[in-house]
């Protein structure tokens, strides 16, 4: 038995249910975020550590043998994408408890968030494509719910479009589910992956790798399936944008990843331009909608787009080094992405907007705040030595070795716009003075996120900063070894026997069932 | 019997975007459940259908005589549908706070958070 790959789910959900236990006890909820993030870090280490030191972990739920029952695996990409989850976890539980009035807490944003991390964890290592469905959709009632958390007219509007769409990919997800099912008779991603390799009908599974990139890319908020992102991301509390830019697009990215290297990785020569060009679009469309914007975080949701860009280029490529890339660039994201959030938090906090012509002069008041945004702005423009530009680096190299030059020349001017929408942000809130018709609303500020204006509790609010920028800068300088880490996954995704042998391999199935039945015979 | 259920199913599917595509946000949550209930159909006819042969193994016997039904599919369909019925639920109280708030049963009136 291998709890440490069960853990990572199941520690979320036991949190989410103690705080739903304590539900009118504030100060345990919050003690519970903490400590439960906190956990669930040491469990996703363990797991990266076990995965490093076996190549695959597996376990059987039930003992059921692979292909019958339901499959919990991970591979390298599953192990670092869970420590991600679980650092943005514990970075972001810190950064409410001063961000997150009692008015949302007492609305269950702790519980919520346990299941948006336990639904994330496990879409990660599930190794069955119906468990996947699940656990997407677990993930999407909790977002869902702390979308709309405070109720407020634009949450509201931009709900109804997040919902509608993310529903329609679901149903396009479990319509391919079906169909699959209904081709090789099994939901086991290992065996559909060596069934669908053979399968009679080759046209068919072009289908149905179709209609996996259409729901996962909508999921992914890839061009041209992106409009709910930029229509929803800016209106919840800042904790919860923050979250979700950080997590829940790169899930969709990571399933996007999963199924096209493991399942249909013989229908590339159909998938792979639509993915490679889809990738090019999202990339200058999301660029060029951050330009047109001058407010901070529908910037920052646009700069998601653009990212997801890159993260697919990385997969269309379809080399190892290139694979290594993209997870690069997804790892870089998830850090910096959620740190602009946060710093929007605070700026927000300061000075009361979101709009970028009403704010100013933070560079003189707030110099390490400063300092942070520097970091992680120019890491995520791409800038050396921060993390982006690494991640950058290797799919451009790789773009140039695969002889996609149009593309490639693409990411690089993306990266240049990218500059431009960071320091136009950098220029209007840290460098121009105060506007003089800026009074600080301390009225609004109340109202609208029913946060205070408590100068103590802000140094909640700067540790998780602090600590994302000096991840985001240390990534960079230590890009030799991640990088290691990267080439190991890149090397497993595209050679998925691996992954198949661990998941239907006998001498794994056989010890569990061992283990498995005396514990059974003991419980009556 | 596949070929009516596959002609059922493409009408719900048609029905479901029709639905969707209208102004009226309770057409589009009536859009939304037609199109769970046909992609939970569309699982249960892809899998096969058999009928009168329930998976029953009798007393003696180490396997089913025969072909039964493929009881994965019915579970899968089973869980989808409490998936659904959650995830509806959340809609419709989403459209009537929506309908509360903005004071208009029209997408149209809804583009203030839009770029």
């Given at each position: 038995?291998?709890?440490?790959?069960?853990?990572?789910?199941?520690?979320?959900?036991?949190?989410?249910?103690?705080?739903?236990?304590?539900?009118?006890?504030?100060?345990?909820?919050?003690?519970?975020?903490?400590?439960?993030?906190?956990?669930?870090?040491?469990?996703?280490?363990?797991?990266?550590?076990?995965?490093?030191?076996?190549?695959?972990?597996?376990?059987?739920?039930?003992?059921?043998?692979?292909p019958y029952?339901?499959?919990?695996?991970?591979?390298?990409?599953?192990?670092?994408?869970?420590?991600?989850?679980?650092?943005?976890?514990?970075?972001?539980?810190?950064?409410?408890?001063?961000?997150?009035?009692?008015?949302?807490?007492?609305?269950?944003?702790?519980?919520?968030?346990?299941?948006?991390?336990?639904?994330?964890?496990?879409?990660?290592?599930?190794?069955d494509v119906f468990?996947?469905?699940?656990?997407?959709?677990?993930?999407?009632?909790?977002?869902?719910?702390?979308?709309?958390?405070?109720?407020?007219?634009?949450?509201?509007?931009?709900?109804?479009?997040?919902?509608?769409?993310?529903?329609?990919?679901?149903?396009?997800?479990?319509?391919a589910v079906g169909l699959l099912y209904g081709m090789v008779g099994t939901l086991n991603m290992a065996d559909a992956a060596q069934r669908l390799a053979v399968a009679e009908h080759q046209?068919m599974v072009?289908v149905l790798a179709?209609?996996f990139?259409?729901?996962?890319?909508?999921?992914?908020?890839?061009?041209?399936?992106?409009?709910?992102?930029?229509?929803?991301?800016?209106?919840?509390?800042?904790?919860?944008?923050?979250?979700?830019?950080?997590?829940?697009?790169?899930?969709?990215?990571?399933?996007?990843?999963?199924v096209?290297?493991l399942l249909f990785?013989q229908t590339?020569?159909?998938?792979?331009?639509?993915?490679?060009?889809?990738?090019?679009?999202?990339?200058?469309?999301?660029?060029?909608?951050?330009?047109?914007?001058?407010?901070?975080?529908?910037?920052?949701?646009?700069?998601?787009?653009?990212?997801?860009?890159?993260?697919?280029?990385?997969?269309?490529?379809?080399?190892?080094?290139?694979?290594?890339?993209?997870?690069?660039?997804?790892?870089?994201?998830?850090?910096?992405?959620?740190?602009?959030?946060?710093?929007?938090?605070?700026?927000?906090?300061?000075?009361?907007?979101?709009?970028?012509?009403?704010?100013?002069?933070?560079?003189?008041?707030?110099?390490?705040?400063?300092?942070?945004?520097?970091?992680?702005?120019?890491?995520?423009?791409?800038?050396?030595?921060?993390?982006?530009?690494?991640?950058?680096?290797?799919?451009?190299?790789?773009?140039?070795?695969?002889?996609?030059?149009?593309?490639?020349?693409?990411?690089?001017?993306?990266?240049?716009?990218?500059?431009?929408?960071?320091?136009?942000?950098?220029?209007?809130?840290?460098?121009?003075?105060?506007?003089?018709?800026?009074?600080?609303?301390?009225?609004?500020?109340?109202?609208?996120?029913?946060?205070?204006?408590?100068?103590?509790?802000?140094?909640?609010?700067?540790?998780?900063?602090?600590?994302?920028?000096?991840?985001?800068?240390?990534?960079?300088?230590?890009?030799?070894?991640?990088?290691?880490?990267?080439?190991?996954?890149?090397?497993?995704?595209?050679?998925?026997?691996?992954?198949i042998?661990?998941?239907l391999?006998?001498?794994?199935?056989?010890?569990?069932?061992?283990?498995?039945?005396?514990?059974?015979?003991?419980?009556? | 019997?596949?070929?009516?259920?596959?002609?059922?199913?493409?009408?719900?599917?048609?029905?479901?975007?029709?639905?969707?595509?209208?102004?009226?946000?309770?057409?589009?949550?009536?859009?939304?459940?037609?199109?769970?209930?046909?992609?939970?159909?569309?699982i249960?006819?892809s899998a096969g259908?058999?009928?009168?042969?329930?998976?029953?193994?009798?007393?003696?016997?180490?396997?089913?005589?025969?072909?039964?039904?493929d009881?994965l599919p019915?579970?899968v369909?089973?869980?989808?549908?409490?998936?659904?019925?959650?995830?509806?639920?959340?809609?419709?109280?989403?459209?009537?706070?929506?309908?509360?708030?903005?004071?208009?049963?029209?997408?149209?009136?809804?583009?203030?958070?839009?770029?």
């Amino acid at each position: 038995m291998r709890p440490e790959v069960a853990l990572p789910i199941l520690l979320p959900l036991l949190s989410g249910a103690i705080s739903l236990l304590f539900w009118r006890s504030r100060p345990m909820q919050r003690f519970t975020a903490v400590a439960g993030n906190l956990a669930l870090l040491g469990v996703a280490l363990w797991l990266l550590v076990a995965v490093k030191l076996d190549g695959y972990v597996v376990i059987q739920m039930g003992g059921w043998q692979a292909p019958y029952g339901i499959t919990l695996v991970a591979d390298m990409l599953s192990a670092v994408m869970v420590v991600m989850t679980a650092i943005i976890g514990l970075t972001l539980s810190i950064y409410s408890l001063a961000s997150t009035g009692p008015g949302h807490e007492r609305f269950g944003f702790y519980p919520l968030m346990h299941l948006l991390l336990a639904g994330v964890a496990g879409a990660f290592l599930t190794g069955d494509v119906f468990n996947l469905y699940v656990w997407f959709e677990v993930m999407l009632v909790a977002s869902f719910a702390l979308l709309i958390l405070g109720g407020e007219k634009a949450q509201m509007e931009g709900a109804i479009k997040y919902v509608t769409l993310n529903l329609l990919a679901s149903v396009i997800f479990l319509s391919a589910v079906g169909l699959l099912y209904g081709m090789v008779g099994t939901l086991n991603m290992a065996d559909a992956a060596q069934r669908l390799a053979v399968a009679e009908h080759q046209g068919m599974v072009e289908v149905l790798a179709v209609m996996f990139m259409v729901a996962f890319g909508i999921k992914a908020a890839a061009f041209p399936l992106f409009f709910w992102l930029p229509a929803s991301y800016h209106t919840p509390p800042v904790a919860v944008s923050a979250l979700f830019a950080g997590l829940l697009t790169k899930v969709g990215v990571y399933a996007l990843f999963r199924v096209f290297t493991l399942l249909f990785d013989q229908t590339l020569g159909y998938t792979q331009d639509i993915l490679l060009w889809g990738a090019a679009l999202t990339m200058v469309t999301g660029v060029l909608g951050a330009a047109a914007q001058f407010e901070f975080r529908r910037i920052l949701s646009f700069h998601i787009v653009s990212q997801i860009g890159y993260m697919i280029l990385g997969l269309a490529l379809y080399t190892p080094l290139a694979i290594a890339g993209g997870i690069f660039a997804v790892v870089h994201n998830i850090v910096v992405k959620t740190n602009l959030f946060l710093i929007s938090g605070i700026t927000r906090r300061l000075q009361g907007t979101y709009e970028l012509k009403k704010m100013g002069g933070l560079y003189r008041e707030r110099p390490w705040l400063a300092v942070a945004f520097f970091l992680s702005a120019f890491a995520l423009a791409g800038v050396p030595p921060l993390s982006g530009f690494f991640a950058k680096f290797v799919i451009v190299r790789a773009g140039i070795e695969a002889e996609a030059y149009v593309v490639t020349a693409v990411a690089l001017l993306v990266g240049l716009l990218t500059l431009y929408s960071m320091v136009k942000i950098w220029n209007e809130v840290f460098w121009k003075t105060l506007p003089e018709d800026n009074l600080v609303p301390a009225e609004e500020v109340l109202v609208g996120d029913d946060s205070r204006m408590v100068p103590p509790s802000l140094w909640l609010m700067y540790l998780p900063v602090a600590l994302l920028a000096l991840f985001a800068l240390l990534m960079g300088i230590f890009a030799e070894p991640l990088m290691a880490m990267m080439n190991q996954i890149g090397d497993q995704l595209m050679h998925p026997q691996g992954y198949i042998d661990a998941v239907l391999g006998a001498e794994v199935g056989v010890e569990d069932v061992l283990i498995e039945a005396p514990e059974q015979e003991e419980t009556p | 019997m596949e070929p009516v259920m596959a002609v059922a199913i493409g009408m719900l599917y048609a029905a479901a975007i029709f639905l969707m595509l209208r102004r009226s946000i309770v057409k589009l949550v009536i859009g939304l459940m037609l199109l769970s209930n046909a992609a939970n159909l569309l699982i249960f006819t892809s899998a096969g259908m058999i009928r009168g042969a329930p998976p029953l193994i009798p007393e003696g016997l180490p396997a089913p005589p025969g072909a039964v039904a493929d009881p994965l599919p019915q579970a899968v369909v089973l869980t989808a549908i409490v998936i659904a019925f959650g995830v509806l639920a959340f809609a419709v109280v989403l459209i009537r706070r929506a309908y509360e708030i903005v004071k208009a049963d029209d997408l149209d009136k809804m583009k203030e958070t839009d770029t």
